[in-house]
C-alpha cells in the first residue's frame, strides 16, 4: 500500500511540474509567440538585456503574414543602421553604427564614406538626403554625398537638428551666462554661425518642424520635471511650451505636437496632442515614445507629397501592462524595456488614430519610421536592423 501512495505521489507532483511549465511558457511568450496582455495599445517586453529578447520575425521567399492579409515586413540587407533616408522605393542613403555612410540601390550597396566613429549615437538626414549630420563621443559633424567630405559643428556643440527646408543646422552650445542657440549654413564652405539666443538649454535636443518654429526640450527623467521652449525665427522669442516629469516629444509639419508626460506616481504615462504653444489639444489612447517611435508624415502620400492629413507614423506596443507599470521614459531609453508594435497613423489636427498594420506578432520593436507610397519602413530595436512593409 506504502508503495502504492509513493508511486501516486510522483504521478501528481510530475503533472504539477508539467502545469507549470506551460504557464510559465505561456506568461513569457504565449503559444502563438505574441507577448502576453491585450486591450488598447501601449504594452512591452522587460528583460536583463538584448540576449533575453526574441529576434525580429521578417518574411522570408514564401512571404508570411500579419493581421489583416499584410505581408509579413522584409528584412531589406543584413547591415545594422543607425539612420537612413528615402530617395525612392528600396533606394535610400544610411548610416551604419561605425559611422561609415551607404547607398542602396536596386539590391547593390555602395560605399560613400570609409570613415568611422567610435560611439556614434545619431545620423541625420537633411531634407533632400544630401547632407547626414552624425553625432559621436561629444562631437557633431555633418558629411556631403556629393563632395564626400566632412565638416564639424563647433566643439561642444549639442542637440543638433537640420532645417526642414534647407542646409541649416541648428544647435547649442554651452558658452558664459547659458547656452546658445545657433544656426550654421552647410550650403557654402567658410559660413559663419548665427546666434539666436541665450537661455538655460542644459542638456537638450533641438527639433525643428517648420520653417519658422525651433521646439528645444530639455532631455527629461521621470525623476524631475523638465521643460519645452518654442523659438520663433520671425520674432526672435522663446516661449515655454511644458514643464512636466518624463517630458519627451515629436513634432509635426503643422506645428502640432505629440507629447509624453510621466504620471505623478512615476509609473506609465500620457501622451497629448498639444500645439507649438502649449495649449492641450486632446489626451490619446495610446502609449510611446514620440522621439523614438513616431516620424512626422503627411497620409495619404508620396513621401510628403500632399499637404492632407499631416501626422505621424507611429509604433505603439500592443499591450498597456508592462508599459503602464514602467518608470518612462527611463526604462525603454535604458533598454530594461521593450516593445512588440503594430504600426498606426497619428492625425496631428485632431488627434485621431489609425491601425495601419498589425506586426508586433513578429516581434518588431518599431524605431524611426518612414514611408514611401504604400510602403513603410523602420528599424528594430531588436536587431537595429532595417525593415520594409507593404501596405
Sequence with gaps: MKKIL???LIIVLAAAAIYAGYLLRKRIGGETGEPSGGGLPGGG???GGAGSFPTSTASGP????VAGGVEAPKLQFADEVAGFYLRGEDDFVYARPDGK????????????????FAGLTRADFSYDGKKVLAAYENRIAVFDL???????????????????????????????????????????????????????????VIEWPSPGIIMIRERSSVAYRATLWRFDLKSKTLLLVREVLGLDSSWSYASNGLVFESNVSRRGGTVSLVSANGRKIK??????????????????????????????????????????????????????????????????TDGEITLLASVSSNWFDVTKPALWGNKIYFVSRFDNKLYSLEL
Aim: glycine letters at 10%; a negative charge; one cysteine or more.
Design 101 to 116: 555612410i551607404f547607398s542602396w540601390q536596386a539590391g547593390t550597396a555602395t560605399e560613400l564614406s570609409t570613415s568611422t
Design 283 to 348: 489626451d490619446l489612447e495610446l502609449i510611446t515614445l514620440p522621439s523614438a517611435k513616431c516620424a512626422s508624415i503627411f497620409w495619404p502620400a508620396e513621401h510628403a507629397s500632399s499637404t492632407n492629413n499631416p501626422g505621424w507614423l507611429c509604433g505603439i506596443p500592443l499591450n498597456g501592462e508592462d508599459f503602464a507599470i514602467a518608470a518612462l521614459p527611463d526604462a525603454y531609453f535604458m533598454k530594461s524595456l521593450y516593445a512588440a508594435d503594430d504600426l498606426y497613423f497619428v492625425n496631428a
Design 45 to 47: 517586453l522587460s528583460g
Design 6 to 8: 509513493i508511486a501516486i
Design 62 to 65: 514564401g512571404g508570411g503574414g
Design 146 to 204: 556629393n563632395t564626400r567630405g566632412w565638416r564639424a559643428l563647433p566643439d561642444g556643440a549639442f542637440g543638433a537638428a537640420w532645417s526642414p527646408t534647407s542646409y541649416e543646422a541648428a544647435y547649442l552650445l554651452t558658452k558664459t551666462g547659458g547656452e546658445s542657440l545657433a544656426v550654421l549654413d552647410f550650403s557654402k564652405n567658410n559660413t559663419s554661425p548665427r546666434e539666436l539666443a541665450v537661455s538655460s538649454f542644459k542638456d537638450s
